[in-house]
């Protein structure tokens, strides 16, 4: 896994996959798009990966000018990964790392007062034909509590053949991507 463009382009993120047989890394392909829908230039925005895994999509967002981004992985050894990578690469005052399940991160943010403009949202995909309830409510659950910007956007990341809410509170489904067996779902905040 490299980044693909920005401070960091072409740095190696070297995420031990032989330790993580299991682990479920999104492809270049679905990182280019995510990219592409959220814009090049990140400058000025605080990002929220939400199931941040190997790190790879909060570090990106990093190469291209989010002033902070927020990993959060239930997963002690990606945390781990994650805070000895923005460490080295000196990183590490414009990022926060946290060990919690998703809901607890949100429900942290919240209290903490923290902004976000983008989240990224991958959990573990459930891969099922038609609704996804657990997306549902991980998708509540984030438009629940108050720590988004008012331009804020939402990808979620999950199985092509999940079919998510087209409204959720204040978030409205605006687009849907889909490569190979992956999709993204983008959600605005309504006006």
């Not at 989010?66 to 990022?95: C, K, M, P, Q």
Request: proline fraction near 4%; charge should be positive; aromatic fraction near 12%.
């Amino acid at each position: 896994m490299n980044i693909i463009t920005g401070s960091l382009k072409g740095r190696r993120i070297p995420f031990p996959f032989k330790k993580f047989p299991e682990a479920q890394i999104t492809p270049s392909k679905v990182k280019e798009a995510v990219f592409s829908i959220l814009g090049e230039d990140l400058s000025k925005m605080n990002f929220l990966d939400l199931f941040a895994g190997s790190g790879q999509i909060g570090l990106e967002a990093l190469s291209r000018g989010a002033s902070f981004t927020l990993f959060n992985d239930i997963d002690a050894s990606n945390t781990r990964f994650i805070g000895e990578i923005l460490r080295s690469w000196g990183l590490d005052n414009r990022s926060t790392v946290l060990h919690m399940p998703a809901k607890q991160c949100l429900r942290y943010c919240a209290k903490k007062g923290f902004l976000f403009d983008i989240a990224y949202v991958d959990p573990p995909y459930d891969k099922i034909k038609g609704k996804n309830h657990h997306l549902s409510h991980i998708i509540e659950d984030i438009a629940h509590y108050d720590i988004f910007t008012g331009s804020a956007t939402v990808v979620i990341q999950h199985y092509y053949a999940n079919i998510l809410p087209e409204n959720i509170l204040y978030l409205s489904l605006t687009k849907v991507r889909t490569y190979g067996t992956s999709a993204l779902s983008v959600y605005e905040m309504r006006k």
